[in-house]
């Protein structure tokens, strides 16, 4: 099992970007496809992207496409979100996670068998 840390969430204008990273300690890093999710108060934890452990395949919740971005750098066990275009809706706790099932178009949280602390990501309007 890895173990993951997000980093790069912060504050940010509304048509600003962030690029949010997830560093994992474990050497097999490269066996697990990525996922990120994403948290609002008061909401449910809800699916943004996903890549597979060949960088592949890559899959976006609706709401992220055209604007947010996945990619992995398996030499440096690190997975990345690049956020574009940023909107005051994308205001939440964003989580990096890693799972051995890639089941693209039905990904879930239950899937996922490590998660990051996660990092918040403000968008002010």
């Known amino acids: 099992q890895v173990r993951l840390v997000e980093s790069g969430g912060g504050l940010v204008q509304a048509g600003g970007s962030l690029r949010l990273s997830c560093g994992a300690s474990y050497y097999s890093f490269s066996t697990y496809a990525m996922g990120w999710f994403r948290q609002a108060p008061g909401k449910e934890r809800e699916f943004v992207g996903a890549i597979s452990w060949n960088t592949v395949s890559t899959y976006y919740a609706d709401f992220v496409k055209g604007r947010f971005t996945i990619s992995r750098d398996n030499d440096k066990n690190t997975v990345y979100l690049q956020m574009n275009s940023l909107k005051p809706e994308d205001t939440a706790v964003y989580y990096c996670?890693?799972?051995?099932?890639?089941?693209?178009?039905?990904?879930?949280?239950?899937?996922?068998?490590?998660w990051g602390q996660g990092t918040q990501v403000t968008v002010s309007s």
């Open positions: 996670a890693a799972s051995f099932r890639y089941t693209p178009p039905k990904i879930t949280g239950a899937d996922f068998i490590s």
